[in-house]
T-cell receptor
């Protein structure tokens, strides 16, 4: 089945630092989604990308849809303690409804 | 507007017992999905309902799992009999008609099988 390789697996950073994580796939994705999961909660959609090359921001978060359509990046600028959580990339392979998820990046922000 | 809700939040059962998980989607969302995350692995698709109809249950692990959505509103996922490898977090998500990408997730049910 489809697999998304997400890296890094975990990050431990100081408050104020910038963060970057990425996802790659062996096959083309038509949509890239970035979710954040906090303890005791379900994944919450942060950013959705629909076109190759698209760069989209949501506050301090910026995500890009790779030109090859096989990768995506998420950047968080000036991290704050409430950014802690697990960040997942996801996408529906092709045009269907089944989301395929990466394994997640666990972000810890040290105040 | 209320989000997706799931009940219970946690369930601890013994191997061989039966457990039923419930999901209430966002009102008006015809699409309902079940996913599962086993410890250390990625979140994986289990099945998809459109209203009361199962559109795709290709992700269901085996016939010990039964999902229903009578009336097209809430859904239940029953595991009978539960095995150790069924432990994990079960997420439900919903989306509007035609909007498959923007799926809204519930908080999940953490199932532990001892």
């Amino acid at each position: 089945g489809q697999q998304l390789n997400q890296s890094p697996q975990s990050m431990f950073i100081q408050e104020g630092e910038d963060v970057s994580m990425n996802c790659t796939s062996s096959s083309i994705f038509n949509t890239w989604l970035w979710y954040k999961q906090e303890p005791g909660e379900g994944p919450v959609l942060l950013i959705a990308l629909y076109k190759a090359g698209e760069l989209t921001s949501n506050g301090r978060l910026t995500a890009q849809f790779g030109i090859t359509r096989k990768d995506s990046f998420l950047n968080i600028s000036a991290s704050i303690p409430s950014d802690v959580g697990i960040y997942f990339c996801a996408g529906p392979p092709g045009s269907n409804y089944k989301l395929t998820f990466g394994k997640g990046t666990l972000l810890t922000v040290n105040p | 507007e209320a989000g997706v809700t799931q009940f219970p939040s946690h369930s601890v059962i013994e191997k061989g017992q039966t457990v039923t998980l419930r999901c209430d989607p966002i009102s008006g969302h015809d699409n309902l999905y079940w996913y599962r995350r086993v410890m250390g692995k990625e979140i994986k698709f289990l099945l998809h309902f459109v209203k009361e109809s199962k559109q795709d249950e290709s992700g269901m692990p085996n016939n010990r799992f039964l999902a229903e959505r009578t009336g097209g509103t809430y859904s239940t996922l029953k595991v009978q009999p539960a095995e150790l490898e069924d432990s994990g977090v079960y997420f439900c998500a919903s989306s509007q008609v035609g909007s498959y990408n923007e799926q809204f997730f519930g908080p999940g049910t953490r199932l532990t099988v001892l």
